[in-house]
């Protein structure tokens, strides 16, 4: 698309601040690396009750991403936005302030609330307003910005805690922590007014003035009727093809929705929220120092923010295909790698340049790559509430990787037997299944229209596409241009 049928300027302005909820989103999910240690030692907490304080967000975000879905349909994907950022303030001054583990996991459980609901309709938000030529990178803005927020909390944990006495960090030292959370929340809420509504959510609701009006701004008013036209025709052609069915009716939504629910939990599989959660108390496997491991963890997070920093220069040149498959094939290597470090007692910063090298190789392909995907491979009418079924298994298997790291990073038997080895060579197999998964369900949607990427999607199914070719034999499958 030339610069001219497009105001990118004013795309790429909506599009920042809506990732600024990607800032929070990143910046809440791993502040916890830093809490959980002297969190641990103030409340007396056994290895299991550890994986609770951690994990218990997790709960959260699957409810948020369960139920957001039928929120931004009916109240919009801003008002959708805005709620989410209250929640995060919410949270991050509870849990602050918490003096008991009940306590600290309702706070901490509100904020997965909103974690939960901001992965869904962030996403959401910004496919449904950028052109297909740039919605990847668009999309990767919101991830970029959510990797910023990791490694800047990384960089504050750190900082709090640098020249600062352990009694401190067990006493006050975790509450810092935990509220300095208010800054990028405190930012979000005084830009999302400068945001409008999505203008496919207008255009589902009926409101067909708003939602030219909304496509007018993003582009030139021929091209904004004629896109409009084409939304119109895809919601009437929906409802039609689809009218009173449930997604979990319909045989093809259902299909899309596995494919998109299976990308989610082989993401989690990679073990990236192990080192998130948990990087500083990996770590120490290799380093007895508090401090060591957390400026240590600062190299994970850079590793991860370069990773997609180039990843959402490449995404619309190379696909998401090629960037899922061999990422996840080398993410299996690193682990790997990273594994042997750990088996051999090798000191020093090989077992960090293993876990670098994961975090590097996932930024570039399955950090940006699964969520670009389960963003838009969905059809209109099932998007918002496939992506909340699709986040919400992303987030149960977050549980399971979560809940289970402590009881096997302090299991006698493994230890003695694996050296803290045993979750990274778990982790090393779902990135070969992934590698796999990717080869046989997953087509290229580089450069496809949101309208038309239904039968995309059911052409690697060998069920519907020779459906397909019966009911249709002179049908064009719809193909990614490839340059």
Not at 46 to 67: D, Q
Not at 327 to 343: E, Q
Request: with cysteine; aromatic share 10%.
């Amino acid at each position: 698309m030339s610069q001219r049928r497009h105001n990118l300027l004013r795309i790429l302005f909506i599009s920042a601040v809506a990732s600024l909820s990607g800032v929070i989103l990143g910046y809440d999910a791993s502040v916890i690396s830093g809490v959980i240690d002297p969190l641990t030692e103030r409340l007396q907490l056994t290895p299991l009750e550890s994986g609770w304080a951690v994990s218990n967000v997790i709960l959260g975000c699957v409810f948020g991403a369960w139920g957001v879905g039928y929120v931004s349909n009916r109240y919009g994907r801003k008002s959708t936005l805005i709620l989410t950022a209250l929640l995060f303030i919410a949270s991050a001054v509870g849990s602050a302030l918490a003096d008991t583990l009940s306590t600290f996991v309702i706070w901490r459980m509100i904020g997965g609330l909103a974690v939960g609901m901001a992965s869904v309709v962030t996403p959401l938000y910004i496919a449904e307003i950028s052109p297909k030529d740039y919605r990847g990178r668009m999309l990767g803005m919101q991830q970029l910005l959510m990797v910023g927020g990791q490694v800047t909390v990384y960089i504050v944990n750190y900082l709090i805690a640098r020249g600062m006495p352990h009694e401190w960090l067990v006493s006050e030292g975790w509450r810092w922590m935990l509220a300095s959370g208010l800054v990028p929340c405190v930012l979000f809420i005084g830009l999302v007014p400068f945001m409008p509504e999505s203008p496919r959510w207008y255009a589902m609701r009926g409101q067909q003035q708003k939602a030219l009006q909304v496509l007018s701004t993003l582009s030139n008013p021929q091209h904004a009727a004629s896109l409009l036209q084409e939304i119109n025709h895809a919601i009437q052609r929906e409802a039609s093809q689809h009218q009173q069915r449930s997604i979990l009716r319909d045989s093809k939504s259902l299909y899309i929705l596995l494919i998109g629910c299976a990308i989610a939990v082989l993401q989690q599989v990679s073990g990236i929220n192990i080192l998130l959660y948990y990087a500083p108390s990996l770590l120490q496997n290799i380093t007895a120092s508090t401090q060591a491991s957390l400026f240590q963890s600062i190299f994970l997070g850079a590793g991860l923010l370069i990773g997609v920093s180039v990843a959402l220069l490449m995404v619309d040149k190379l696909g998401r295909v090629p960037l899922l498959r061999w990422g996840a094939l080398g993410c299996a290597l690193s682990l790997l790698f990273t594994a042997w470090s750990f088996i051999n007692h090798s000191g020093g910063y090989l077992p960090v340049a293993g876990l670098v090298a994961f975090v590097l190789i996932f930024g570039l392909s399955w950090s940006l790559g699964a969520w670009l995907i389960i963003s838009e491979i969905f059809p209109n009418r099932m998007r918002a509430v496939a992506m909340g079924f699709s986040f919400c298994s992303m987030y149960v298997a977050n549980f399971i990787v979560t809940q289970s790291f402590p009881l096997m990073n302090r299991s006698e038997l493994l230890m003695n037997h694996f050296h803290g080895a045993f979750p990274l060579m778990l982790c090393a197999i779902g990135c070969l299944l992934a590698f796999w998964f990717v080869k046989r369900f997953l087509p290229e949607t580089r450069g496809v229209p949101l309208e038309k990427i239904e039968s995309l999607m059911l052409s690697k199914s060998r069920r519907f596409a020779a459906q397909a070719q019966v009911s249709n034999p002179s049908e064009t499958v719809i193909t990614p241009p490839y340059n």
